[in-house]
């Protein structure tokens, strides 16, 4: 692994098009929280547990602002985290502790719609989180050749991993979740939906290493 610095390339959607909109006002946050001593792993944890929250919130049918507000700080918090890194100093931890902890939080949202009504949504929550699946499996795939090979870009940012981009990556996942978190009887149309194409990313990845692009 590199630092905490992502290398993309594909074929991305709204991620680059967002960065110079975002990162500016989040790397100023990032400076304050490093100059008071916050950790980015421990900004990284605390929107793992907000992710959680949410997720479980959901799972009780509470409150949808709750849900809908312990999400998107959980969210903020993913963002925060590396911006907070690059003012102090990255490691190949935080970058690995930070890729695992979203994993943790993409599978525990469908898992949540699944145990609130197990009946309704457990064949789509079935569907979706094998589509996760699929698609975590070619893009570690593919940030490991790309590791192997020396890939880099700065079109996504600076993470952790260099990975082929997708029909889907982290702005419209997190649209995804607002949508039926905040209408949970969409779920299971917006869940199938969403599994074809995260299967369409996972299966264009899968060509671009086929292309010689990896």
């Not at 949808?64 to 985290?81: E, I, K, P, T």
């Not at 890939?151 to 997190?174: C, D, H, N, P, R």
């Not at 009887?185 to 996972?202: K, M």
């Amino acid at each position: 692994m590199k630092d905490e610095q992502t290398e993309e390339k594909g074929f991305f959607v709204f991620d680059a098009k967002l960065r110079p909109w975002i990162d500016p006002p989040l790397n100023r946050i990032g400076v304050t929280c490093a100059r008071r001593g916050i950790s980015a792993n421990a900004v990284t944890l605390a929107g793992l547990a907000l992710g959680l929250a949410a997720a479980a919130t959901i799972a009780v049918q509470g409150p949808v602002w709750l849900a809908l507000g312990a999400l998107l700080l959980g969210r903020f918090a993913d963002g925060l985290d590396g911006a907070i890194a690059r003012a102090t100093q990255k490691t190949d931890l935080g970058g690995y502790l930070d890729i695992f902890c979203d994993f943790i939080f993409y599978g525990a949202v469908p898992l949540a719609f699944v145990l609130r009504e197990p009946e309704a949504n457990g064949l789509a929550g079935a569907v979706l989180l094998f589509s996760f699946y699929i698609n975590a499996a070619s893009f570690l795939g593919f940030a490991v050749m790309a590791e192997k090979r020396g890939m880099q870009t700065t079109a996504q940012g600076q993470k952790s991993l260099y990975y082929a981009a997708g029909l889907l990556e982290g702005f419209e996942t997190i649209l995804f979740f607002v949508l039926i978190a905040a209408f949970p009887a969409l779920f299971v149309p917006a869940a199938l939906g969403f599994a074809a194409l995260c299967t369409v990313t996972a299966v264009a990845r899968v060509m671009l290493a086929f292309a010689g692009r990896v």
